[in-house]
């Protein structure tokens, strides 16, 4: 008999090409969502599943990073829980390190030559089915896109724009006990999120956040921002 070993679970070799649970990533997973994904019966105790329930927990993660880090916006942000089909046509492509998204779009005016918001729509998608710490590190990576969008409007780069997010997370994640999902983004297999955390690690490595909102501060002056 020949073993396969998955997070230090030993399978035979019939029973590790089982269809595997999005969450613990075991073979066995006994469930199957209409997307085709596969969830074992204990994960899907907890897994998020309801929009309601889904909402709910979205908004006291956007209470918490405002009473921990005193970070805020005051955009109406639409939350929306949604399966790995509809994300798929949502963002053109799904990969299982990918499981939220943000979405903005604002109207101007402009009047007398001077141009002021009149308008804006926020919106922050968070794949079904995660597990709470999922849910919670996927909803305070979007938050932390608002704050940096409202915050560091001209900031781009990838590498910043998903730095910044990564390292909010994290923070976060420490904060909720969930010290363990943040060993897993500096594993994550999109390498140029990881890399980007590891700089981010690196600019809060002497003073925390208040170096990193430095950071941003600075590249969105550079990139021509007047804040
Ligand atoms: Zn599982
Ligand atoms: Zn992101």
New binding site residues.
Partial sequence: MQWVTVNNHKYCRNCAKLPR??????PG?QNRFADGRH??????ATAIIDQVQAEKLFRQVRDDIYAYLNLKTNHPIHFRLIDAAAFMSLAGKHSSSQQGHYEVSERYRTRWGVQSRVAGTYTIYVLSALSPPRFRNTAAHELAHDIGFELFPVVQKLEDVEGFAEYIAAIMNSYWGNDNLNQEKLQNLQKDYANAYEKFLNIGSKDGLKDVMAYMEKQNRAAGGRR
Avoid: R, V
């Avoid at 649970?21 to 075991?26: E, R």
């Fill in positions: 649970c999005l969450n613990c990533g075991l997973a969830i074992c019966s204990q994960c899907l």
